[in-house]
């Protein structure tokens, strides 16, 4: 159990990298929900199962699609 | 020069970090976590104590959460304005199978978030849970179909209603018991673990539930919705 849990940190550190390195946004979006999946893994991990279900359904559901409605509205916007 | 500046900002953060170490450590409770732990289940007979914590103990603290997801969702609809005849955000209609599913999956959804705030006080999960679920439900629909119309009428009446009536439950407890949303004597507090106990503590959470989910559906249309007009042929941009 502590191996995935290791790996699920790992996974958290490397998508929170990729999301800053990425040049394309919408794949930085998706990277950023990532992040919010895997730290919700943590938080049902450490017993705090309330906090796990608002960050896997606010952080990693709604506000990865706000961002990609954003991104699209402003791509339309520009181009 | 600049980036001596940047390496003892650097530093003095990673500094700062270094101290917020020891507070992740497993300590004992103070005596505020004490009295919560020890006398929670008998003041509220709720059987999730983290909602008994949020919904009673720091109601205040959620009735100013909920203004501000109000407050921000109000200024996204200011200044994100709806207008008509929009270009429409997806392109092109979709398929036949994605429309039936959606709308298959509508009302599942829409029921299970209604269960997760229903039954805040019992299991984890709650009003802003519950809420988002919800408000996911209603973001299938309109990603699914581009010309669905959402009930806006109806949406703005339920979400002006639950935060009146929030207030409303709050004002009974300082009549009743003499504090703001205390849970003491309002409604009958009923049998530990059974879905009507807890008091004002279920209602306060349903209330929370249909203000956020209502919000944030909101939000997804306001930002779905809005934009350059379709046909601008002398265009300003």
Request: proline share 4%.
């Given at each position: 159990m502590?191996?995935?849990?290791?790996?699920?940190?790992?996974?958290?550190?490397?998508?929170?990298v990729?999301?800053?390195?990425?040049?394309?946004?919408?794949?930085?979006?998706?990277?950023?929900?990532?992040?919010?999946?895997?730290?919700?893994?943590?938080?049902?991990r450490?017993?705090?199962?309330?906090?796990?279900?608002?960050?896997?359904?606010?952080?990693?559901?709604?506000?990865?699609?706000?961002?990609?409605?954003?991104?699209?509205?402003?791509?339309e916007?520009?181009? | 020069?600049?980036?001596?500046?940047?390496?003892?900002?650097?530093?003095?953060?990673?500094g700062?970090?270094?101290?917020?170490?020891?507070?992740?450590?497993?300590?004992?409770?103070?005596?505020?976590?004490?009295?919560?732990?020890?006398?929670?289940?008998?003041?509220?007979?709720?059987?999730?104590?983290?909602?008994?914590?949020?919904?009673?103990?720091?109601?205040?603290?959620?009735?100013?959460?909920?203004?501000?997801?109000f407050?921000?969702?109000?200024?996204?609809?200011?200044?994100?304005?709806?207008?008509?005849?929009l270009?429409?955000?997806?392109?092109?209609?979709?398929?036949e199978?994605?429309?039936?599913?959606?709308?298959?999956l509508?009302?599942?959804?829409?029921?299970?978030g209604?269960?997760?705030?229903?039954?805040?006080?019992?299991?984890?999960?709650?009003?802003?849970?519950?809420?988002a679920?919800?408000?996911?439900?209603?973001?299938?629909?309109?990603l699914a179909?581009?010309?669905?119309?959402?009930?806006?009428?109806?949406?703005?009446?339920?979400?002006?209603?639950?935060?009146?009536?929030?207030v409303?439950?709050?004002?009974?407890?300082?009549?009743?018991?003499?504090?703001?949303?205390?849970?003491?004597?309002?409604?009958?507090?009923?049998?530990?673990?059974?879905?009507?106990?807890?008091?004002?503590?279920?209602v306060?959470?349903?209330?929370?539930?249909l203000?956020?989910?209502?919000?944030?559906?909101?939000?997804?249309?306001?930002?779905m919705?809005?934009g350059?007009?379709?046909?601008?042929?002398?265009?300003?941009?």
């Open positions: 502590i191996y995935l849990d290791l790996l699920i940190c790992l996974v958290t550190v490397l998508a929170g990729a999301a800053m390195r990425s040049s394309n946004l919408v794949s930085a979006a998706v990277m950023v929900g990532v992040v919010s999946l895997m730290v919700s893994y943590l938080f049902l450490m017993g705090a199962p309330d906090v796990a279900m608002t960050e896997a359904a606010i952080g990693a559901g709604l506000s990865t699609l706000i961002f990609l409605i954003a991104i699209r509205r402003t791509e916007e520009e181009g | 020069m600049k980036h001596i500046f940047s390496l003892v900002l650097l530093l003095v953060m990673g700062m970090l270094w101290t917020l170490i020891p507070l992740g450590q497993p300590t004992e409770p103070g005596e505020v976590a004490n009295h919560y732990i020890q006398h929670g289940i008998e003041e509220n007979r709720g059987a999730n104590l983290v909602t008994s914590v949020i919904v009673n103990y720091r109601g205040f603290d959620t009735l100013g959460e909920v203004t501000v997801l407050l921000s969702v109000a200024g996204a609809g200011f200044v994100l304005r709806r207008r008509d005849g270009t429409p955000m997806v392109a092109r209609p979709s398929s199978i994605l429309q039936t599913g959606a709308r298959m509508f009302a599942p959804l829409i029921v299970f209604a269960y997760i705030f229903v039954h805040g006080h019992l299991s984890p999960g709650g009003g802003f849970q519950g809420g679920v919800v408000a996911s439900a209603v973001m299938l629909l309109l179909d581009r010309d669905h119309q959402l009930p806006h009428g109806f949406m703005s009446w339920l979400e002006s209603v639950a935060g009146f009536a929030f409303l439950v709050g004002l009974a407890g300082l009549m009743v018991a003499g504090s703001f949303l205390s849970n003491q004597g309002v409604l009958p507090l009923g049998t530990w673990n059974r879905l009507f106990s807890g008091g004002v503590i279920p306060i959470y349903i209330l929370v539930g203000k956020v989910g209502t919000e944030l559906s909101a939000l997804l249309d306001t930002m919705n809005s350059r007009p379709a046909e601008n042929p002398g265009g300003e941009h």
